[in-house]
């Protein structure tokens, strides 16, 4: 079963603080997402990458940065935090790419409250 | 963009009993992935399709990338399932675009 681990699992910020969420996967997958889940919305593509040393924009990447230093690791970096990021953030992997199969594994989430 | 209509938003099902969730794409998808969110928060993988049907337990999916929809059958519900039921259509190489979601309550 694939392992991916995102720390923090709760996050208090204040507005214009820099929050750095962390996501960790042991499985070697290239594939890498970063997505936010609020109500009524499906989860939200931030942020993706499909290699250590890449990152790419997804749907909504504004006042989020990304960093891929490993295969391992990729984080999501909030410069300056301001109450709209506040949001439930999922980090998953991806163990294809291309025209083959793909499953996706998820973290359990961080939770991002920005006063 | 790529859309992804969900229905129901919210279902309740008495124990024993059962129903269908969908999702509708507006283009043609690749292949669907479908999750359920649980009670601690964290998703949990119950599908992957690129065409056809599976079936997992009390649980059947199917997807028809030509019509456009996927589908998740809960038979037989029970307490534990209760939670929040995503679909996620695979647009492309690297991009999934997720339905808003189905909150389901199984009552005793």
């Known amino acids: 079963e694939a392992a991916v681990t995102q720390s923090p699992r709760n996050k208090v910020a204040v507005t214009g603080g820099k929050v750095t969420l962390s996501c960790n996967q042991t499985n070697n997958h290239n594939n890498m997402y970063w997505y936010r889940q609020d109500t009524g919305h499906g989860l939200r593509l931030i942020h993706y990458s499909y290699g250590a040393g890449s990152t790419e924009k997804g749907d909504i990447p504004d006042g989020y940065k990304a960093s891929r230093p490993s295969q391992e690791n990729f984080s999501l970096i909030l410069e300056l935090a301001t109450p709209s990021q506040t949001s439930v953030y999922f980090c998953?992997?991806?163990?294809?790419?291309?025209?083959?199969?793909?499953?996706?594994?998820f973290g359990s989430g961080t939770r991002l409250t920005v006063l | 963009g790529d859309q992804v209509e969900q229905s129901p938003s919210a279902l309740s099902l008495h124990e024993g009993t059962g129903s269908a969730l969908r999702c509708n794409f507006t283009t043609t998808m690749r292949a669907v992935q479908w999750f359920r969110k649980n009670s601690r928060g964290s998703l949990i993988n119950l599908f992957y399709l690129a065409s056809g049907t599976k079936e997992n337990g009390r649980l059947k999916s199917a997807f028809d990338s030509k019509e456009r929809y996927s589908t998740l059958h809960i038979r037989d519900a029970q307490l534990e399932d209760s939670g929040t039921y995503f679909c996620a259509a695979r647009t492309g190489n690297y991009k999934y675009v997720f339905g808003a979601g189905t909150r389901l309550k199984v009552i005793a």
């Open positions: 998953a992997s991806g163990d294809a790419g291309g025209a083959r199969a793909e499953t996706l594994y």
